[in-house]
């Protein structure tokens, strides 16, 4: 895996070719968060949609996404993957809970089940992360869109959302009673 000649800084990531087996092999672990904007009550007033490009040369619209590496929190995990994606200056509010408002199961047939992930079998766990500083696009997003709760599930965002982010937003706000 390592070069003995070459010190390892980050022991937790696999080289490309492991991380193909163990993805033939076994589920993944991931977070997801749905960044959000949220009023004085704590009614979320915006849904933060990142705007990525595919690995196939399309473009769609996501949510901050990322594996949980080997001996690292899921607090630890959603906060290094919002900063990745957002920007430092992000001010994410990691809930003080680490239960999730949901878990996706990602198949790598898309029959099997409503999310979709043809690299591998995957489990998400979804939260709902408020943040309050300045968010910029940041690695392989493209842009970051605000959108009011009603454009976020509208029928032409789900239409640009991949692997099933839509559904996860739609899950997102009836969790909290706000899925228009």
Known sequence: MANNDVTD???????????????GQVP???????????????RIEKV?????AQQDGSVSRAVVSGRVLHNE???????RHLNKDLGPDASPAI??????FTVAEYFSDEELGDFHDPRQHAVALGYLVPCSGECHPAQDALDL????????????????????????VRRALAFVGQLP
């Open 28 to 42: 993944m672990v991931y977070v997801e968060a749905v960044p959000v904007r949220v009023d004085h009550l704590g």
């Open 145 to 168: 869109a605000w959108l009011s709760p009603a454009e976020a599930t509208s029928s032409h965002i789900a239409e640009e959302m991949s692997a099933g982010h839509g559904r996860l």
């Open 48 to 52: 933060g949609l990142l705007l990525r």
């Open 73 to 79: 929190s899921l607090r630890d995990a959603l906060w």
């Open 9 to 23: 800084t980050h022991p937790a990531w696999l080289d490309d070719d492991t991380l193909e087996d163990v993805r």
């Open 95 to 100: 809930p003080p809970g680490v239960a999730p």
